[in-house]
């Protein structure tokens, strides 16, 4: 009894300390590359960029790596380096080795960071001749450590921390104080998505300030000067929406969530924040231009991803200018979604190519990859220097995409948020039907999910607890558990919707005497296999506007499916009217209006009688009109 009780003094005293200690990301995760990587004469460097919050105190880079083909010849070494700074060296010997690292801290500064792996042959030369050997990297078991302690004492600090990619803060608190319960929902709901866009994931939202790594709270008071955001410093530190009323406090609130604070100080006020950056997600091209622009021997490609309409057809457009010495026989690689890459010679000094990116899967999310292979022109030679220049330069990248036009309900909000993400949330009202704390943090981590895929929160939607006290003439976005949707907003929705009417990811076809059309199909072995919360999306409108519900096949899945459609992929797969959830898999139960359901006897038949009657009606110039009009930037 004794142990158990030192035990659990134990866990409250760590909830209880500042937030610190050591955080590790493996290289393979950093660099955003699969495979292993060879250091040798051809590529001699490795570089990465991270993303480093303030205060971190220590870093360490675990090495793992194996000699190759052509032992590391004796003098060679691997030297690791900071931003420029004079790098550390490692000199093992010609076997696989475990090196530990440690990086001087006076290198590291908050932002970005950049981390180069050098390999340097016998004559201490970045371009090392072929009889130097080499090293293979394993990018899956090598390992950046940080070690950070988060005392913020700024509001730009606090943004530093906010945006910290792998080390960002992301477990809140949000104290509701004086706030009733309408305003306490957008208070909550807009916050939320300015953490979620700044670190590029929804936060955690937790019940406790002990546990949180900062509290967000609210102040009404009449006798305030005026409205403002107040921060109190701290290893754990709150930050106070002040104001004289409840709507000077959700001011203060849009502007937190919109606009970055990059304050020396402790306080903002509105005018302070009237010309700040806004917040935004990093967009599919963004880097690109610098990313490409690096020495031939940094093999790092350049990796995104682009949200494009199911049924369109997205191309990826790029112009590059090839300089004299660098050999026509030089190539660009662009891969989409892991498919064999498109490779493409640089045989001209201006190169125009235009990449198909077709989907590899049922998802509005295309992920792409471009690196060069860029060859010096000189007979002999056979690596670029840095001294010689920029290898190739881009003129102009743009993604376009068609299928916009065609993109119907749950398929077009799939892609970008669209009506209710369309300018910032203006036109669009969000209702919170929760009755506990824990379905409204559920339900704000949601929203935020769908501020992420728009790219920016929500800062001008409205935000209520009711549809009917709704804007006039609003696209309504509904969120809770079941039994407490009002009526008439589901009242248009096919049936399909209805508690325990379609099957979701996993559930047996038996139980269900509807066609499935189905992405998901035998994902789990036994319903007993199932994970909890079971989501439920569907569409329709209300006086001739859209509404979109989100809740749970039953009240006890709400949490649950919110969790999982925050934090997963789900909505990458949404398409139609009607789609169940369980984790990141999705299940479509109504296709859209126009669509008869066909059985599976008779299914055959009817879609041999479709694919003739439309190679008979056209099919080619269909085609020819999808592929080349209707094209738009994405």
């Given amino acids: 009894m004794a ?100 990086l001087p801290a006076a290198h590291l500064q908050a932002g970005i960071n950049r981390i180069r792996i050098t390999f340097e042959g016998a004559n201490e030369s970045l371009c090392p001749a072929k009889t130097d050997g080499g090293w293979q990297l394993d990018l899956a078991r090598s390992r950046f450590d940080l070690s950070i302690s988060p005392n913020i004492a700024s509001f730009e600090a606090l943004e530093g921390w906010l945006s910290a990619g792998a080390w960002a803060l992301d477990r809140v608190s949000i104290s509701q104080g004086a706030l009733d319960s309408r305003s306490y929902g957008a208070f909550g709901a807009l916050i939320t998505q300015g953490l979620a866009v700044r670190a590029g994931r929804v936060p955690l939202v937790v019940s406790s300030e002990r546990i949180a790594g900062v509290d967000f709270r609210a102040r009404v008071d009449a006798v305030l000067a005026g409205p403002g955001i107040a921060l109190r410093p701290g290893t754990r530190p709150v930050v106070e929406f002040q104001g004289r009323n409840t709507e000077e406090v959700l001011s203060m609130a849009r502007l937190f969530a919109g606009r970055i604070i990059r304050l020396g100080g402790t306080r903002a006020t509105p005018a302070l924040l009237a010309r700040a950056e806004p917040v935004q997600s990093r967009q599919a091209l963004d880097g690109i231009i610098t990313a490409l622009a690096q020495p031939s021997w940094d093999a790092r490609p350049f990796v995104n991803t682009v949200r494009a309409p199911h049924h369109g057809q997205t191309r990826l457009v790029v112009e590059m200018e090839r300089p004299e010495w660098v050999s026509p026989d030089s190539t660009v690689l662009i891969s989409v979604d892991g498919q064999k890459p498109f490779k493409k010679r640089l045989k001209n000094e201006l190169n125009h190519f235009t990449i ?45 995409s068609n299928g916009y036009e065609s993109a119907k309900g749950l398929s077009r909000f799939a892609i970008d948020g669209t009506p209710f993400a369309q300018n910032a949330g203006a036109g669009a009202a969000i209702v919170f ?22 790219g920016a929160p929500l800062t001008a939607a409205w935000y209520g607890d009711a549809a009917d006290k709704a804007p006039e003439g609003s696209a309504i976005m509904v969120l809770g558990p079941r039994s407490q949707l009002a009526p008439q907003t589901i009242a248009g929705l096919p049936q399909v919707f209805a508690s325990g009417a379609a099957a979701g990811p996993g559930d047996y076809e038996s139980q269900y005497k509807k066609p499935r059309l189905s992405i998901a199909r035998r994902a789990f072995a036994a319903d007993a296999d199932l994970p909890l919360g079971l989501g439920v999306a569907g569409w329709t409108q209300l006086q001739q506007q859209p509404v979109l519900i989100l809740t749970g096949d039953r009240d006890g899945d709400f949490i649950p499916a919110m ?36 059985s599976p006897r008779g299914k055959w038949p009817a879609i041999l009688f479709l694919i003739a009657g439309i190679s008979l009606s056209g099919l080619w110039i269909s085609l020819w009109h999808r592929m080349y009009a209707n094209w738009r930037p994405v």
């Fill in 3 to 102: 142990r158990l009780f030192l035990v659990c003094i134990l866990i409250l005293g760590a909830l209880l300390l500042p937030a610190s200690g050591r955080t590790q990301e493996s290289l393979r995760t950093l660099t955003g590359m699969d495979r292993e990587q060879m250091l040798d004469w051809s590529n001699p460097v490795l570089e990465f960029d991270l993303n480093i919050p303030p205060g971190a105190s220590a870093a360490m880079l675990t090495l793992v790596a194996d000699p190759g083909k052509t032992l590391p010849a004796k003098g060679s070494m691997l030297v690791v380096s900071i931003n420029d700074n004079p790098g550390v060296m490692v000199n093992p010997r010609p076997e696989a080795f475990n090196a530990r690292i440690d």
């Fill in 356 to 400: 198909p990116m077709d989907r590899k899967s049922a998802t509005v999310v295309r992920a792409f990859s471009i690196a060069r292979q860029a060859r010096p022109a000189a007979e002999g030679a056979h690596c670029i220097m840095p001294s010689e220049g920029t290898p190739l330069r881009l003129l102009s990248a743009r993604i376009e």
């Fill in 433 to 454: 039907s929760t009755r506990t704390k824990a379905q409204l943090h559920a339900a704000w981590r949601a929203v935020a999910r769908v501020a992420l895929v728009s």
């Fill in 563 to 598: 969790q999982a459609f925050a934090d997963g992929p789900a909505i990458n797969f949404f398409a139609g009217r009607v789609v169940r959830w369980r984790a990141g898999l999705v299940e479509i139960n109504d296709i859209g209006a126009g669509i008869v359901p066909i």
